[in-house]
């Protein structure tokens, strides 16, 4: 089984709390449940070991990209047959707990005139091993 990061985007608005502390316990609820009513879109997948954080970047530049999800998750070749697929493993992993919330801030687009949004889930370590 090998790691996966997922980049996913959200074309509306998603304000990220101010207080660290609030941010980090209510953004995976965030996530989540847009995640649930298929909100966030599917838009990239690769190994891990070739993932480049300047993927996001290349979605940010767009003005209609206001928030990027990435999740670092264990695929099997199983989950790999569809997008479909990929994005019920990823709200499996979360809804079990699987994941931490490894970052989330804010980008300030000064061209557009607008804060985008970066969040940045990986596996627990104790369910990196785990099969999705």
């Known amino acids: 089984m090998d790691s996966y990061t997922m980049t996913f985007k959200y074309d509306g608005i998603f304000d990220l709390p101010n207080d660290p502390g609030v ?3 209510e953004v995976p609820h965030m996530v989540l449940e847009k995640m649930r009513h298929k909100e966030f879109e599917l838009v990239d997948f690769n190994l891990t070991e070739n993932y480049s954080h300047n993927y996001a970047r ?6 209609l ?6 999740i ?5 070749m199983r989950a790999l047959k569809s997008r479909d697929a ?13 994941l931490y919330l490894e970052q989330a801030y ?15 889930f990986d596996m627990k ?6 099969s999705a």
């Open 58 to 63: 290349h979605y940010l530049n767009s003005h």
């Open 86 to 98: 990929i994005y019920e493993c990823c709200i499996k992993a979360m809804e079990k707990d699987r």
């Open 23 to 25: 941010r980090d316990r």
């Open 106 to 120: 804010e980008n300030e687009n000064r061209q557009e005139g607008i804060l985008q949004s970066i969040i940045i």
């Open 72 to 76: 670092k998750l264990n695929l099997s």
């Open 65 to 70: 990209y206001r928030s990027i999800v990435e």
């Open 125 to 130: 370590k104790d369910h990196a091993a785990a």
